[in-house]
């Protein structure tokens, strides 16, 4: 079958202007290339996230996951899968091989098998340019991790909290936060997100 496509790609390209070929190339690529995991449509990029309550970064060990993982750390090398459309995304550790899950009662875990969906999380940008990351499963509970890095619960996370904020960072430097969301899709949610700042301290 994958025989067939590719002879009628070949063919349907040569019947086409050069710019239509190269639009409808990627059509084609979207369109006949699924499969029934719902992995295979997914769009892979490997970075750090900077906790911005202990300054240091989210590291995945195994079963066990902690927000004091040094710049350019084995365990602090995450592989964020994020599907083709939307900003639901899996994160795994590289080195570890497991992914950030969380469970029905609030507490973060690290699984070999991502494909679950407490395994999704949905990002959320924020103006001060660090990211919330909210469960897909669990609404209103956040990844998030107290000051001496250790996961808190989902159930006590608000997206205000600092406990909750990250920042992209790519591994041993630090990255320009506005490149790494130039490509980020403005959807409801994130409008939403970037409505709900703290309330400035009044006198």
């Not at 949905?122 to 990211?131: A, G, M, Q, R």
């Amino acid at each position: 079958a994958m025989t067939i496509h590719l002879c009628f790609l070949h063919m349907f390209l040569h019947l086409l202007p050069l710019s239509q070929s190269s639009a409808d190339f990627r059509f084609y690529i979207e369109n006949h290339t699924r499969n029934p995991d719902d992995l295979s449509r997914k769009q892979v990029r490997i970075y750090q996230l900077y906790s911005r309550t202990t300054g240091k970064h989210v590291q995945i060990l195994g079963k066990k996951i902690n927000a004091n993982g040094d710049d350019g750390g084995k365990y602090a090398l995450l592989v964020v899968e994020t599907e083709t459309f939307g900003s639901h995304i899996r994160i795994k550790g590289k080195e570890s091989e497991h992914y950030i899950c969380m469970n029905e009662k609030g507490k973060i875990v690290g699984r070999p098998d991502g494909r679950k969906q407490e395994c999704v999380f949905v990002e959320e940008f924020l103006e001060n340019n660090y990211t919330a990351l909210v469960s897909a499963k669990y609404k209103g509970w956040y990844l998030g991790f107290n000051r001496k890095g250790r996961p808190k619960k989902g159930s006590r996370t608000t997206q205000r909290q600092q406990e909750v904020h990250f920042m992209k960072r790519h591994p041993k430097g630090r990255a320009d936060p506005l490149e790494e969301f130039r490509f980020t899709p403005v959807t409801k949610r994130t409008r939403r997100a970037r409505r709900l700042k703290p309330n400035a301290k009044r006198n």
